[in-house]
């Protein structure tokens, strides 16, 4: 398209997919959480998705976001209300553990401005969600486990619908696992199993050095069905993943009752049931089943461990995999969403139609690239992701492949131009990369690298700005990025 305008009509939206926030000219994804004591373990109980409908009570507490607000010193279960009360106040007296709740009303964000938000936690816990995730939040969850976040699924039969709206647990999770728009080709490594097993005592493998098995709550023999489900694991497509508990009389890739895997810098969990995690205490009316003290099962050293494990204590399990920034582990890999754009408007941020398959312009590889500018009138526009950089890797480079065509004519003067820079949460420039003009025009892409192990350990926004004038077009042309670590 060199030497004419751009034809398609330039408007300015969030990518609907997305549920982000907009500031200014940037959206910040992931921004970097509040000072935390080292040893303060932030996580997030979802109470957002019908998780109290009919006889379920899955809250740690009836005072929420904030379980403190209903007792500020927990002693025993009936401090707090709600069938999860012993899993919250046993992680509460340790300590180490700041809890909270995304009450009812509210929905899922990963980079957004509330102190709900999922970039102000280390886990996620998804207590036997009733109620389908929309797509923006379904990349929300998965750009934060991708980024380094813990995930924790609990499940229960199928046909438990205790809404009656369609959906159970194994239906919303499973499509959490497959429609999620950052990655939909089995991410974690397991399906979950359309069953309803009635009673049982599932045994834990031996493996002395797991350490969800072999936490610092206790040792894990067996767990517990009261009506639940399995998983089948798929290790050809996520060798990270791993089964610790079983159904009797199975093993390896089937009947996997309680399993953790990995993907990206992050660690996953999945148990079939949601009685083992059932206090048998909450609100008054509710049913339930005191299986976190069945003697039979060792359920709450379960929990308690594979809180602990999600957070980022102990060991790897199943393949390892760090969580946030923060940590000193490193699972060597390529850590941005949707790199070549082939899904389109997903995991990327953008301004106008900047991801597009428009004839105007030709992609790198595939058949969807990134155009900024082009207009021949005074424009700005952006692309941003965020990611959270392992503090244990050594190193971060990152590349892309650019084109850049201009109907400029001078030689000196840049008249257009396209930043390439890194943001902290705030929206504060921590180093600008690169600035090219329409004085770098030619004809094909270039690939472009930059070293960025300076920021490991931190969360940050790598943003592309490109700015035009007002009389000729410049197009600034992206494909094909990569932030590999190792």
Wanted: hydrophobic share 35%.
């Amino acid at each position: 398209m060199l030497g004419s305008k751009r034809s398609r009509r330039r408007v300015t939206t969030a990518l609907a997919g997305l549920g982000l926030l907009l500031t200014g000219a940037a959206v910040q994804v992931g921004a970097s959480a509040p000072a935390q004591a080292a040893t303060t373990h932030r996580v997030l109980f979802d109470n957002a998705h019908a998780e109290t409908a009919g006889n379920a009570d899955w809250v740690i507490s009836t005072s929420q976001p904030d379980p403190l607000g209903q007792n500020a010193n927990p002693q025993s279960e009936t401090d707090w209300t709600g069938a999860l009360s012993s899993w919250g106040v046993a992680l509460q007296k340790t300590g180490d553990y700041s809890l909270k709740t995304l009450p009812s009303g509210q929905s899922l964000t990963y980079g957004g401005s509330s102190a709900q938000d999922l970039s102000n936690f280390d886990t996620l816990v998804l207590p036997e969600p009733n109620t389908l995730f929309t797509s923006a939040e379904k990349t929300a969850i998965m750009n934060f486990v991708k980024n380094g976040g813990g995930l924790f699924m609990i499940s229960d039969h199928t046909g438990a619908d205790r809404n009656n709206d369609g959906s159970d647990a194994v239906k919303i999770l499973n499509d959490l696992m497959t429609n999620n728009g950052v990655d939909n080709t089995d991410p974690f490594g397991f399906s979950i199993d359309s069953l309803d097993i009635s009673s049982g005592y599932p045994a834990a493998i031996s493996d002395s050095s797991d350490p969800v098995l072999n936490g610092s709550f206790g040792k894990v023999t067996k767990s517990l069905f009261a009506d639940g489900t399995t998983a089948t694991l798929k290790p050809a497509d996520n060798s990270a993943v791993k089964g610790l508990v079983y159904r009797s009389g199975y093993s390896g890739n089937t009947g996997a009752f309680f399993l953790t895997s990995t993907f990206g810098s992050g660690r996953v969990a999945f148990w079939g049931d949601s009685s083992p995690i059932d206090d048998g205490t909450g609100s008054s009316g509710n049913t339930l089943y005191d299986g976190w003290n069945d003697t039979g099962a060792t359920n709450a050293a379960l929990a308690l461990n594979a809180t602990a494990w999600l957070a980022g204590d102990g060991g790897t399990s199943g393949g390892g995999g760090g969580t946030g920034g923060g940590t000193g582990t490193c699972t060597a890999g390529q850590l941005l969403g949707n790199n070549g754009f082939e899904s389109g408007n997903t995991t990327w941020s953008a301004s106008g139609k900047v991801i597009t398959n428009a004839a105007g312009e030709s992609a790198h590889s595939g058949s969807y690239y990134a155009w900024l500018d082009g207009y021949g009138t005074a424009t700005t526009d952006t692309l941003s992701q965020s990611v959270a950089v392992p503090a244990g890797c050594t190193s971060a480079k990152l590349s892309f492949y650019l084109h850049v065509d201009t109907a400029e004519t001078s030689t000196t003067s840049a008249y257009d131009t396209l930043k390439v820079q890194v943001l902290n949460g705030s929206g504060t420039v921590l180093g600008t990369l690169a600035t090219y003009s329409n004085l770098n025009a030619g004809s094909g892409y270039t690939q472009r690298s930059f070293d960025l192990s300076s920021y490991a350990g931190q969360n940050i926004t790598l943003q592309f700005t490109g700015t035009e004038g007002s009389k000729y077009q410049t197009s600034f042309v992206v494909d094909d990025t990569a932030l590999n670590v190792s």
